[in-house]
């Protein structure tokens, strides 16, 4: 599968901003798909994760009530949805994609990786 995410940006604390995440190569609905996010001198973190039907969600702590990750399995894209953005919100976010039905938070079980794209958030 190879992944492609959409052009971060700039955005103002308590903006929005919606990442999305086209995929090809294999069968998009085949696969799980998750956010992830790593912001200078920090590890990679979980963010969001979406089970491939997308009837199942899961979020991060720092991301519930204000992300939304969702999926349209015909158009073979993931979309993060992001509101009331926070400068500690600025990282290289990267969607990524594992072979399994429900979501996970775990980075090692996933397959594929897009390129990472920058999402800086200004006070």
């Known amino acids: 599968v190879q992944l492609q995410a959409s052009r971060g940006g700039l955005v103002q604390a308590g903006g929005s901003l919606r990442l999305s995440c086209g995929a090809s190569?294999?069968?998009?609905?085949?696969?799980?798909m998750g956010w992830f996010r790593q912001a200078p001198g920090k590890e990679r973190e979980f963010v969001a994760a979406?089970?491939?039907?997308?009837?199942?969600?899961y979020y991060a702590d720092s991301a519930k009530g204000r992300f939304t990750i969702s999926r349209a399995n015909a158009k073979n894209t993931v979309y993060l949805l992001m509101n009331s953005l926070k400068p500690e919100d600025t990282a290289v976010y990267y969607c990524?994609?594992?072979?399994?039905?429900?979501?996970?938070?775990?980075?090692?079980?996933?397959?594929?990786w897009g390129q990472g794209t920058q999402v800086t958030v200004s006070s």
């Open positions: 990524a994609a594992a072979n399994r039905y429900g979501t996970s938070l775990e980075p090692r079980e996933y397959d594929y």
């Open positions: 979406i089970s491939w039907s997308g009837g199942s969600t």
């Open positions: 190569g294999r069968t998009f609905s085949n696969y799980a």
